[in-house]
DNA sequence: GAAACATATTAGTAGCTGCTTGTATAAGCT
DNA sequence: AGCTTATACAAGCAGCTACTAATATGTTTC
């Protein structure tokens, strides 16, 4: 797949173009990639804007009012969240609270101040 | 639906939880799902991860044999990542050269400090 | 323990997404 | 002008995603 008569190729003038890339850190990628999937969805988004916005954590219950889905599609939301690591989750009897991690604070800040430096 | 008894509600105990929450900027929303869903897509985001490493623009031709995928595709999803103001293209010749925004620069860089702290 | 509440899990499905293939446009070369 | 190369656009479709509905699990209260 990758053999390519490069001697005749260069000669004729292709030079100035199509020059392979370095390679980038696949690893790196799907790391990178399972965030911004977990963030990149209306209702998803929208709960960890709500989670992010109360400082000592939010209760599920709260979360449901807010967003225009049915219970279980809050709860799917928020176990993407978790297991994506942007919000951890606290149980206190037979609630739960979702606090924002570091990482969406980090996120969510670089979004902000991307939105505040383009207006 | 939300029509509910809250003065017996509130009295019985239902108090500690469940209280709304402030509403958060629904155009802001848009905007930042904007960018989170043209990068959270495996071909995009690694296409924009080769435009952001070489500092004077990349030609698609380039990119193209970088992703696994047709040169329509690839077509497309730079076209996305425009549109969504993640790159911006420039003509030469017969040949596009596609470059980062600084929006791209800071997102990115953020998703590298992340990956670099919690490694 | 039973009833009511809070949340999670499972199964099924409508609709969206991202690909391929085919075609169009535009620029360079002869 | 005609051929080739570089890129974009359009149509069609397979597979994924995110929802609803139904059910299960755990917690509180009586």
């Known amino acids: 797949m990758s053999e390519s ?10 030079d ?14 799907a790391a990178d990639l399972q965030l911004l999937t977990a963030m990149g969805n209306d209702t998803r988004y929208e709960l960890l804007r709500y989670v992010a916005n109360a400082d000592d954590g939010v209760c599920v219950c709260d979360l449901q009012d807010a967003v225009g889905v049915s219970q279980s599609a809050v709860s799917q939301a928020l176990s ?9 989750r ?4 037979s609630w739960r609270y979702y606090e924002p991690t570091e990482t969406a604070a980090a996120l969510l800040g ?7 430096a383009n207006e």
């Open 5 to 14: 008569t490069v001697t005749d190729e260069s000669a004729e003038g292709a």
């Open 16 to 29: 100035a173009c199509c020059v392979p890339l370095a390679d980038i850190d696949s690893e790196a990628l």
């Open 80 to 88: 993407r969240l978790y297991t994506a690591g942007l919000v951890t």
């Open 90 to 93: 606290r149980k206190e009897g």
């Open 110 to 116: 670089t979004l902000d101040d991307l939105r505040g």
